[in-house]
């Protein structure tokens, strides 16, 4: 069974850092393209990032509004990949979700179960 | 940026409605590349079709999408309990990927 479980969300002030995991299991996940995604709460989809895999040199893509602040990486030997979230402000405050991406072309067909990432001072 | 909207953005339905969401897209996108979600409340959005009209494994038959070009829809033959909840259309055309900003099905 697909599963995908993300960790390391929480309280944390402006300014500050944050890093996610999105642990897998179920499926060979270094064949599998990881895309981020957030929900601010009460508020509609918004993708963050995604990382290709290791034949496509784990390059990464992100939105405009993260670039620069926000690191996706991923571990395939142990089956995770993580968000490095830095230079946290408020409108980051959302629920994180981490999913497989199915691509081409990309549609993303197993979600974690989501973490809240609160900034607030 | 390539834009989504999706008209209505609320609808109240009965049980064995036939339900049509619409999405369109701010520039022609190939079918390939749009795709439509479920989110119930405090859950992770489900995949539902892919492609415009290709159904994921294991859902239910009576979802169904079709559309081309701008405009793309989804719909539900016969609405059930379970379907109340809001749907989503993405596409992956071109980065950033995007979504419509989502349609609420909830009960008549």
């Known amino acids: 069974e697909v599963q995908l479980v993300e960790s390391g969300g929480g309280l944390v002030k402006p300014g500050r850092s944050l890093r996610l995991s999105c642990a897998a299991s179920?499926?060979?996940?270094?064949?599998?393209?990881m895309t981020w995604f957030r929900q601010a709460p009460g508020k509609g989809l918004e993708w963050v990032g995604l990382?290709?895999?290791?034949?496509?040199?784990?390059?990464?893509e992100y939105a405009a509004s993260v670039k620069g602040r926000f690191t996706i990486s991923r571990d395939d030997s142990k089956s995770i990949a993580y968000l490095q979230m830095n230079s946290l402000n408020t409108e980051d405050t959302a629920v994180y979700y981490c999913?497989?991406?199915?691509?081409?072309?990309?549609?993303?067909?197993?979600w974690g179960q989501g973490t809240l990432v609160t900034v607030s001072s | 940026d390539i834009q989504m909207t999706q008209s209505p953005s609320a609808l109240s339905a009965s049980v064995g409605d036939r339900v049509t969401i619409t999405c369109r897209a701010s520039?022609?996108?190939?079918?390939?590349?749009v795709n439509w979600y479920q989110q119930k409340p405090g859950k992770a959005p489900k995949l539902l079709i892919y492609s415009a009209s290709s159904l994921q494994s294991g859902v239910p038959s009576r979802f169904s999408g079709s559309g081309a070009e701008t405009d793309f829809t989804l719909t539900i033959s016969s609405l059930q309990a379970e379907d109340f909840a809001t749907y989503y259309c993405?596409?992956?055309?071109?980065?950033?990927?995007?979504f419509g900003p989502g349609t609420k099905v909830d009960i008549k």
């Open positions: 179920g499926f060979t996940f270094g064949d599998y393209a």
């Open positions: 520039q022609n996108i190939a079918a390939s590349y």
């Open positions: 999913t497989r991406d199915l691509a081409p072309p990309d549609r993303f067909d197993y």
């Open positions: 990382i290709r895999t290791k034949p496509y040199g784990e390059s990464t």
């Open positions: 993405q596409q992956s055309n071109s980065l950033p990927f995007t």
